[in-house]
């Protein structure tokens, strides 16, 4: 089995595929809502905003951040500061995810998660160039992660792209492989974007490929709001808290309360030049 397809089947059987896709939905349809160029939003208050929004609505599925709990049992009492701040029946949407089963794994101080053998941070990219994302260009971080290495078994037919002998680089695979090995886990990239005059936006999760000579930058990603393999990679804003057609995120079970914990001290930046 590859690494994609361990990936994939860990994070859908653990529910945190679907809390992305419904963090990522919730929260840029909050921003385009509020989007408006005639008080001077722009392309990096829209990325800045969705960037925002999406790292809290992860924290609210994952139960990490401020909605934080003491253990599995508390969060059953309930949803209601989960839910504040929320489009009306959006967090009936959300998929249930016992408290602890993903937990809060920054690097450097970009937002990331933690589940099982998989870590996962946040970037964004130009909509439409998914495929070309440069990641040399990137923060320091997603470089980092980008240079972890080839996946078990990969066979690169253009080794070179790598291999440059670069001291820098070979540091930068050696301290992301000790960074892994520590957390016995495989760092991945949520790729998101949108496109702002229509509110199509994208989606992905994948393994990055440090691109340093062009070419693709991934080993491997799949379509998050692909409903079938080989679907468009594009998914229109809801225009209601209603689940999209053909949606395969069921309505979760509902918490009436839950307890907040304070202060996980973690920085959230904004998209593009403070993409940590």
Excluded at 104 to 125: E, K, M, V, Y
Excluded at 157 to 176: C, H, K, R
Excluded at 250 to 273: F, I, M, T, W, Y
């Amino acid at each position: 089995m590859s690494e994609q397809q361990d990936a994939l089947e860990d994070l859908e059987s653990s529910g945190v595929l679907a809390a992305v896709a419904w963090a990522n939905a919730s929260a840029y349809r909050r921003t385009m809502d509020d989007y408006d160029p005639d008080t001077g939003h722009d392309q990096g208050w829209v990325g800045s905003t969705a960037h925002r929004l999406f790292v809290d609505r992860l924290h609210r599925a994952f139960s990490t951040g401020k909605h934080g709990v003491d253990s599995p049992e508390s969060a059953s009492a309930g949803l209601d500061l989960v839910a504040a701040g929320l489009a009306p029946g959006e967090h009936r949407r959300m998929p249930l995810i016992t408290p602890g089963v993903v937990v809060w794994s920054a690097l450097n101080q970009s937002p990331g998660w933690r589940c099982g053998d998989w870590r996962f941070l946040l970037t964004s990219f130009v909509y439409g160039e998914v495929d070309r994302i440069p990641w040399p260009q990137k923060s320091p971080t997603k470089q980092r992660v980008a240079s972890q290495g080839r996946p078990a078994g990969w066979l690169d037919p253009y080794p070179t792209l790598f291999d440059d002998g670069s001291d820098s680089l070979a540091a930068a695979i050696e301290a992301q492989r000790e960074e892994d090995a520590e957390l016995n886990a495989t760092t991945l990239v949520v790729a998101h974007s949108i496109e702002r005059e229509l509110s199509i936006r994208e989606l992905h999760l994948g393994r990055s490929r440090l691109n340093r000579r062009g070419g693709d930058a991934w080993f491997w990603r799949h379509d998050l709001l692909a409903s079938d393999p080989g679907a468009p990679t594009a998914e229109p804003i809801p225009t209601s808290p209603d689940p999209r057609p053909g949606s395969s995120v069921q309505d979760a079970p509902v918490r009436l309360r839950r307890q907040s914990s304070e202060g996980s001290g973690e920085r959230h930046q904004a998209l593009g030049e403070n993409d940590k």
